[in-house]
């Protein structure tokens, strides 16, 4: 599976922005794409998953109520409000295998270990 970010940029605290990220080469519908973040100096900060066989979602607590996601036929949306200086980062698409060798849940966890394919990243700042 090979994912793709667009939708990144400057806005205001309390603005809203919405990332997409476009999925192509899927040969099986069990696997789940993720949004990690990552700020210079800090590890990859998993916020938020989709499982695409059943469409269940879910969210760090760190943006619980404020992002949502979404999946839309081949792209899957990031819906970002309220946001806030600390969210200023580099966002990525990923494409994750929903359990680990050994039965771990990785989409449930938002676990990095479970990604299968990065996308390139698009930067994210929140600032006035």
């Known amino acids: 599976v090979q994912v793709v970010e667009s939708g990144g940029g400057l806005v205001q605290p309390g603005g809203s922005l919405r990332l997409s990220c476009g999925v192509s080469?899927?040969?099986?519908?069990?696997?789940?794409i993720g949004w990690f973040r990552q700020v210079p100096g800090k590890e990859r900060e998993g916020i938020s998953c989709?499982?695409?066989?059943?469409?269940s979602k879910f969210y760090a607590d760190s943006v619980k109520g404020r992002f949502t996601i979404s999946r839309d036929a081949n792209t899957v949306s990031l819906q970002m409000n309220s946001l806030k200086p600390e969210d200023t980062a580099i966002y990525y698409c990923?494409?994750?295998?929903?359990?680990?060798?050994?039965?771990?849940?990785?989409?449930?966890?938002?676990?990095?270990?479970?990604?299968?394919?990065w996308g390139r990243g698009t930067q994210v700042t929140v600032s006035s």
């Open positions: 990923a494409a994750m295998n929903v359990f680990g060798p050994r039965g771990e849940r990785y989409s449930d966890s938002l676990d990095s270990r479970g990604v299968s394919s």
């Open positions: 080469g899927s040969t099986s519908n069990y696997y789940a």
């Open positions: 989709i499982n695409t066989y059943d469409g």
